[in-house]
């Protein structure tokens, strides 16, 4: 499995599958590189495969909690979490060794970014269109923040569709 920051020059896509379902595919030309699924049960979390040796599964304890969790499969305890800010602008993700990464919302939700803690962008999720059911993917930086946690672009997409979702 190649890391992420390999596809620096590459153009990546998530790609819903159909216009009904809630599957996404993380695509590098035709290759896969990952799939996520959001659970509608509850609407409280989405499965990701693919991407590492593990499985990884994002959830939340209450559906009024502002955290989310991200966990290995049968798994109990979670090894990252997202805590949004009340104005819902941004969030910390907070992972393994103390790390964090930041992810920063754009006006419409058009483009999003996935930051260190320096305020240094590393991925650029947009939308291709209006319309579209595909959010480009760009590898801004080389970062090992990201090559460890590839699962940072789903949950930047979990996220966006939790707004999506908030708006309607």
Known sequence: MK???EYIDRRLRLVKKSLFSFEYDLLAGDEV???FNYRLLFRRGGDVKGLEKRNIEFY???FWSRE???REEGKDLPFANYIRDFINRRGNVS???GNKLVIHFGFFDVATEIRDDKDKALVLLKRAGLFSRTINVT????STLVDENPWIVFLTLFLLIKRRQRRR
């Open 68 to 70: 989310i969790k991200v």
């Open 95 to 97: 992972l393994p060794n």
């Open 139 to 142: 590898i801004k930086e080389k």
């Open 60 to 62: 939340k304890d209450h």
């Open 3 to 5: 890391n992420l920051s």
């Open 33 to 35: 590189l990952g799939a």
